[in-house]
Nanobody
Framework: QVQLVESGGGLVQAGDSLRLSCAAS????????MGWFRQAPGKEREFVAV????????DYADSVKGRFTVSRDHARNSIHLQMDSLKPEDTAVYYC????????????????????WGRGTQVTVSS
């Protein structure tokens, strides 16, 4: 059984940076799309950034474009999210996800396309 474990969240001030990591165990995920989603209190889970298996097709939400960078580390069976210039509106629980049902060239933004999820890591940005 595949497990995804996120790490790297925390409490920071506006303008600071954080680097989230997601380590996978139980299966090699190098052939599958993976990504990051987030959920703020009272809101639905939303797309943040995704990457195909090769890392040459990535997609970002408009709200994070230019500030966040997603990267794959196949040697460590993991995915990272570098978050710079953080804003209070970035406050949320961040979830790592993988689509293990199919191989795609273009990763999806849809939450329901991802069938494996981590438990999340809290990111809080104070103003």
């Amino acid at each position: 059984q595949v497990q995804l474990v996120e790490s790297g969240g925390g409490l920071v001030q506006a303008g600071d940076s954080l680097r989230l990591s997601c380590a996978a165990s139980g299966r090699i995920l190098a052939s599958y799309a993976m990504g990051w989603f987030r959920q703020a209190p009272g809101k639905e889970r939303e797309f943040v950034a995704v990457s195909n298996w090769r890392g040459d097709r990535v997609d970002y939400a408009d709200s994070v474009k230019g500030r966040f960078t997603v990267s794959r580390d196949h040697a460590r069976n993991s995915i990272h999210l570098q978050m710079d210039s953080l804003k209070p509106e970035d406050t949320a629980v961040y979830y790592c996800a993988a689509d293990l049902s199919k191989h795609v060239l273009v990763p999806s933004r849809r939450v329901d396309e991802y069938n494996t999820w981590g438990r999340g890591t809290q990111v809080t940005v104070s103003s």
